[in-house]
Every structure is written in structure tokens, then in C-alpha cells.
């Protein structure tokens, strides 16, 4: 404790708490001045003072952002698989509403033909009933007027899509004709080959409506003298 006159010239007390002692020079002791600094901090309180941000803290961040990186990488081909499916389902409903669409132009195209075809064979079975009655040869004004009705019923036909057979010189085909007669040849490259129509055939586009009855040439050898 020390004393110091104040400006009245009464002592003043000044109480000193300072340990440390002192060598006859006023220096501090060795001893003293070692005691007098404070003790190291341990490793974790530096940690903690630190916040945490040396290595372990960095290695720790690292492993968290790589998980999540992989749950949205996850997600993400989760999304492309189903995105890809619902691609393949739109095709396959678009593709399977083309087909739906291209049948029913075909049944309908098919429903149109037959109906067609029906009203086209009564008018066939007219006709032939006018070429029966031009097989005389008559050149009569009667027969020539008759010859133009059958004409023109005849164009009527192919303009609504009745194409008439024309197989006389052709190789039988028994998918257009039936054989209604036969004639032996003596050419052989006349052997199967028709050689006359007995009733004409009709068809529309690809399908015959009624075939033609025809009469079909067979070669026989000649006999040997």
C-alpha cells in the first residue's frame, strides 16, 4: 500500500493487488513474470473460438454437398426415365390413333365398294342381256339404237369405276374367269390361252365383281403319221 497527498495535502491510500515481486533493481522476477502470463488454450477451445472452420469442419461440408449433389442427380434421371415414358406412351397413342383412322378410310372405302359393286352387277346383267341381243348381227336402226343404250350404259359403268375384262389372247387366269368351254389347238403356244369370252367379267379396282366365262384353247399333239 502507498500514500500520496491529495491537493488539500491529506494522504491518499492506493492499494496495489500486483503479486509480482520485484528484485532490488525494480525488475520483475523470472519466476514471477512466467506466472504472471496466462495459460495456452487447449486445442478445443481454439476450435471453438475458430468456429470450427479448420479441416475437419471442410471435409465435413464437403461430404454434405455430396450427398445432396447425388440425390439431385437421383432425381433428375428419375425425371428423364419418366419424361422418356411419357414420350413412348404419346407416340404409341398417336400411332395407334393413325392406325384406328387409316382402318376406318379402308372399311369405308371397302363398304363404298361393295355397295357399288352390288349396283354394278344389276346394271351388268342388263347389259348382257343387250349384248345377247346383238349376237345376231342384226344392223337394223332397232339394233343400232340398242347398240347405243348398251354403249353408253357401258361408259356409265366405267366412269363409276367398273372396268370390264378384256381377256381374249390372255393366258387363263382362273382368278378372273371360268373356264366355260374348251378348243383343242394344234399351236402350242396357244395352250391355255382364251380364245373366246361367252359371258363377259367385270371388275372394281382390284376386286372382280363377277368373273368372265370364257373359252380356254388346249394344245393336243398331232398324231404321227
Not at 38 to 65: V, Y
Not at 104 to 127: F, N, T
Not at 153 to 171: D, W, Y
Amino acid at each position: 500500500m502507498s500514500q500520496r497527498d491529495d491537493a488539500a495535502g491529506a494522504p491518499i491510500q492506493i492499494k496495489v493487488n500486483d503479486r509480482r515481486r520485484f528484485d532490488m533493481d525494480g525488475n520483475v522476477r523470472e519466476s514471477d513474470a512466467g506466472a504472471a502470463s496466462p495459460p495456452p488454450l487447449r486445442a478445443a477451445e481454439e476450435g471453438a473460438l475458430a468456429g470450427e472452420s479448420g479441416p475437419a469442419a471442410d471435409s465435413a461440408e464437403l461430404t454434405r454437398l455430396r450427398a445432396e449433389l447425388e440425390v439431385a442427380q437421383k432425381d433428375l434421371e428419375a425425371s428423364r426415365r419418366r419424361v422418356d415414358e411419357l414420350a413412348r406412351a404419346y407416340q404409341a397413342v398417336s400411332q395407334d390413333r393413325e392406325e384406328f383412322k387409316a382402318r376406318l378410310r379402308r372399311e369405308r372405302d371397302q363398304l363404298i365398294d361393295l355397295e357399288r359393286g352390288k349396283v354394278a352387277v344389276a346394271l351388268v346383267e342388263a347389259v348382257d342381256e343387250l349384248d345377247r341381243c346383238l349376237a345376231a348381227g342384226d344392223t337394223s336402226p332397232l339394233a343400232q339404237g340398242v347398240r347405243l343404250i348398251r354403249d353408253g350404259m357401258l361408259q356409265k359403268l366405267q366412269a363409276s369405276g367398273v372396268e370390264r375384262l378384256s381377256l381374249v389372247g390372255q393366258p387363263f387366269d382362273p382368278n378372273v374367269a371360268e373356264a366355260a368351254d374348251m378348243e383343242v389347238t394344234p399351236n402350242p403356244e396357244d395352250d391355255q390361252r382364251v380364245i373366246a369370252e361367252v359371258q363377259a367379267g367385270y371388275r372394281i379396282k382390284d376386286k372382280v365383281i363377277r368373273p368372265a366365262r370364257v373359252k380356254v384353247a388346249r394344245y393336243v399333239a398331232p398324231a404321227q403319221a
